[in-house]
């Protein structure tokens, strides 16, 4: 394959990284304010895109039922997760780490198996919004599919749009205060718990963005959480907790090795993310970009 | 026996320790005193290895130390309280004591023995000496405050230290507590021929137990000398009166 | 160490479970061989994380090497099955080492990341070498020798080797070290202080932990006849995890009992609905809300309550 070829390819990649990028941007938010690993973010993703695919059924299918979808099914991982956050979790931000990491694996289990309950264990599709259908020529002519297009665009923009909301706004600069020192903000008078609630809905809002766009291209099924956990985790691990663009780093590293690597060496090529997660954290263990903590 | 030259630690910018100067002679007691803030326990971090200064020596017995890791440091016989204390909580009394002195004989790395067996008439020993035998048997975290800050100076002693460094070992004590603590530490100099090295705020103590006193402001070592020389220091002077022409007390 | 009384109670307990396989049917068997072996699996698991304080959460890792090793080498070479018996847990404990050195210079979350990442990437790896390792199928129809093929000489040497390898671990817990190690759990900064070179101590644990793992891998061979790549995946290792929180991850024998819940609980309810890991998921909720130090502890903290107030009487 020439270079134009591999140029190709490695964008069609790069449409993944950009989900990747989204799923894990939620992941270290919630890892770096909350301080909890969320194992359930890969069962949330999950939900979203299941959501989606209910929500392009109901309204036809079709064009209508996708964007309807786009917004509808993150909304309602939020809802999910606000009551998850407010019914439950709340009351063991005290405990010990170690406890909330194995609630949210809990979680998961329950959502997992919840998701089998509502939507039964088949695969499902999404049809791929008719205005993004087919193809364009791009690198040298050769074809790139519009919806990878699509997302390509969309990651900068929510990039952009998250960094607003962490940096600009005032609930993101209690958000990072509340990560570095949360008894300090306490003590200012605002709610930490209210932050933390917040902090955790974007977050799991982010999951379910993730699967709603991830929707059209794979087939929606049981599963689809566990792969994507370990890769979010990873992620945001070596992006450095908290830090968005060290999750857009962190998720262009991840999935350009692998694309990278699976060309170069197709039946070893997913090992090669994995590699580069370790190089990375035996020189920088906090993370490439700084973290929040 | 402890020379500390010019030390220097800074965490992000700020000066914790900024040229502190300190010497100890053997069989001395020495007060390291300075308003809150100004890094004692930074400087005793420093010494006894669980911070790395910048720049600057510690020496101890004429051996550079400077920088050496806290396992080290308690090899060459240097113990240490802490400010807050720092105890094996979820273990007993007994436990406490007892690792302490199967580690000063390098016993950690049996994993055949059982240690109820070893050291046993050591620890008890050590624990009727500070006063701790009747509660051997209780859970650490369990106990008062002062008595956890006793255990803490048992742990200390356990290691058969010829120096001994206390973080404010009066903290937080009652005034009977604190008395007895005063006694088991002049008991210790007389007894066992321990150098000892600690800080505290109350003055009263310091005046009445220290050789010498060496004081500190905003990281850095204004003077060390003798009770008198400290009262009448200017500089003392100003950093806790903010300037006055009478000698302190 | 072990009272008189107590001593008595293991020996019973003992000859109990060595006439299972006389008075139970091959299921029961099968499933006691099971608990026996994950028991072994999750209080390894507590050696570095109760005991040591290490935030130890991809064990599992080290469980399906040392299962993975023995299976190849029978499978692969001419080597006698009992040595292969004894490679693999060596070889587990031999990645212990080596992902401990690379692993210890962290502390608390971060080195539980990294192990998680290099987990992954030994499971990748695993999962991607189908010629040797046969990726996604695993490996089947793995013999053993006679002896303990049937389903009741499985077991025997289940029991055996749990006991023996329990009874190693209750050695090394009550050891100097053993005291040292959880010395390092509750204050490692003090630990450095009286002299313990906290993170050789700690890695010792880990290689430990890993070669005790990788013996319950092995059991598996032996029990099931087969290894499969999800063995070394991190959901098993989060089980492990909650196995030893469930049982109480400050006790000896908790993980055990956190193991024979969950295969317990996991096998029966099955049997009602196809939802058990919902179930699942909801025990380990009211268990983490209501009983932070699991079954034992909470029994423990019970019993050392009466003593308290026993005592205050006198």
């Known amino acids: 394959m020439d270079a134009v070829g591999v140029l190709n390819q490695v964008f069609v990649g790069l449409s993944r990284t950009v989900i990747l990028f989204i799923v894990s941007s939620g992941m270290s938010l919630i890892l770096g304010v909350l301080r909890i690993p969320n194992v359930a973010h890969g069962s949330l993703y999950m939900i979203g895109a299941f959501i989606a695919y209910t929500l392009s059924k109901l309204f036809g299918g079709g064009d209508l039922g996708f964007w309807i979808a786009l917004v509808g099914a993150p909304l309602g991982v939020a809802v999910i997760s606000l009551a998850a956050e407010r019914g439950i979790f709340q009351y063991l931000y005290e405990r010990e780490h170690l406890m909330l990491i194995l609630l949210t694996f809990a979680f998961s289990l329950v959502f997992g198996d919840l998701v089998k309950i509502v939507w039964g264990g088949e695969y499902k599709s999404v049809p791929v919004p008719y205005v993004f259908q087919g193809f364009v020529p791009l690198f040298g002519g050769l074809p790139f599919p519009l919806y990878n297009l699509f997302l390509l665009c969309c ?113 070893f090529g997913i090992i090669f993310p994995y590699l580069a997660v370790v190089v990375v954290l035996l020189f920088r263990p906090t993370g490439l970009l700084k973290s929040t903590w | ?42 400087l005793f971090n420093l010494i006894t290895g669980i911070l790395k200064p910048d720049s600057g020596r510690v020496l101890f017995k004429g051996e550079d130390i400077t920088g050496l890791p806290p396992h080290k440091i308690c090899r060459k016989r240097i113990s240490r309280s802490f400010q807050v204390v720092n105890v094996f909580n979820r273990l007993t009394v007994f436990e406490n004591t007892q690792i302490s002195i199967l580690s000063r004989e390098r016993h950690t790395w049996n994993l055949v023995t059982p240690s109820s067996k070893l050291a046993v008439d050591e620890t008890n020993e050590l624990l009727r000496r500070v006063g701790l035998y009747e509660k051997r048997n209780r859970v650490s975290g369990a106990l008062s405050h002062g008595d956890r800050k006793v255990l803490e100076i048992a742990m200390a002693l356990a290691g058969n230290p010829e120096f001994l460094i206390l973080d404010e070992p009066t903290a937080g004590m009652s005034p009977e507590e604190t008395t007895r603590c005063i006694d088991l530490i002049q008991g210790l100099r007389e007894r066992y021929g321990l150098t000892i090295l600690f800080c505290e705020h109350d003055m009263e103590i310091v005046f009445r137990v220290a050789n010498r006193i060496m004081v500190m402001v905003r990281g850095a070592t204004i003077i060390q000398g003798t009770c008198q020389e400290v009262r009448c220091n200017a500089g003392v002077q100003d950093a806790y009166l903010g300037g006055s022409d009478v000698c302190l007390m | 160490m072990v009272s008189k009384k107590g001593k008595i109670w293991w020996i019973a ?302």
């Open chain 3, 13 to 314: 307990v003992l000859l109990v479970l060595c006439l299972v396989p006389l008075i139970l049917p091959r299921f029961y068997v099968y499933l006691l061989s099971v608990i026996l072996l994950f028991g072994l699996f999750a209080m390894s698991n507590n050696l570095p994380l109760g005991f040591g304080g290490i935030y130890q959460l991809h064990h599992a890792v080290f469980y399906g090497v040392g299962a993975y090793g023995t299976a190849l080498v029978i499978t692969k070479s001419d080597l006698s099955p009992w040595l292969a018996f004894l490679i693999g847990p060596l070889i587990a404990a031999a990645l212990g080492l080596i992902m401990g050195l690379i692993c210890i210079r962290l502390s608390k979350l971060y080195f539980g990341m990294l192990q998680i990442s290099l987990g992954s990437l030994v499971w990748a790896f695993v999962y991607r070498w189908y010629s040797f390792t046969g990726g996604d199928d695993g490996i089947h129809g793995i013999t053993v020798p006679d002896i303990i093929s049937s389903y009741q000489g499985a077991y025997y040497f289940a029991l055996i080797i749990t006991g023996l390898s329990l009874y190693v671990l209750y050695r090394v817990l009550k050891s100097p070290y053993g005291i040292a190690l959880q010395g390092i759990r509750d204050n490692p900064v003090r630990s450095a202080m009286i002299g313990v070179n906290v993170r050789r101590h700690q890695l010792l644990a880990l290689i430990i932990a890993a070669f005790f793992a990788g013996t319950a891998g092995t059991l598996f061979v032996v029990v099931d006849n087969t290894v499969f790549p999800d063995m070394i995946f991190w959901t098993l290792s989060l089980e492990a995890v909650i196995m030893c929180l469930l049982g109480g991850w400050l006790t000896f024998l908790g993980p055990m009992l956190g193991a024979a819940m969950i295969v317990v609980i996991r096998t029966f309810v099955s049997t009602y609905t196809v939802y058990w890991a919902l179930v699942l998921g909801i025990i380990f909720m009211l268990v983490i809300f209501f009983l932070p130090n699991g079954v034992l502890g909470w029994v423990e903290d019970l019993y050392k309550r009466r003593k308290n107030v026993a005592d205050m009487k006198e």
């Open chain 2, 1 to 42: 026996m402890l020379e500390v030259k010019s030390l220097m630690k800074s965490f992000d910018g700020f000066k914790a320790v900024d040229n502190a100067d300190l010497d100890v002679r053997k069989g001395e007691i020495v007060a390291v005193i300075g308003p809150n803030g100004a890094g004692k326990t930074t």
């Open chain 1, 155 to 267: 990651g900068p923009v929510i990039a952009v749009l998250l960094w607003l909301l962490v940096n600009k706004t005032k609930i993101g600069k209690i958000a990072r205060a509340a990560a570095v020192d949360r008894e300090m903000v306490g003590a200012v008078g605002i709610n930490v718990s209210w932050v933390f609630a917040i902090v955790f809905v974007i977050g799991c809002f982010l999951a379910g963005l993730g699967g709603v766009l991830v929707a059209p291209t794979v087939s929606v099924t049981l599963g689809m959480d566990h792969t994507l956990i370990i890769e979010a985790f990873l992620i945001v691990i070596i992006g450095g907790l908290g830090n968005i663009w060290g999750a857009l780093l962190g998720a262009l590293i991840f999935g350009l090795t692998q694309s990278l690597g699976i060309m170069i060496w197709p039946q």
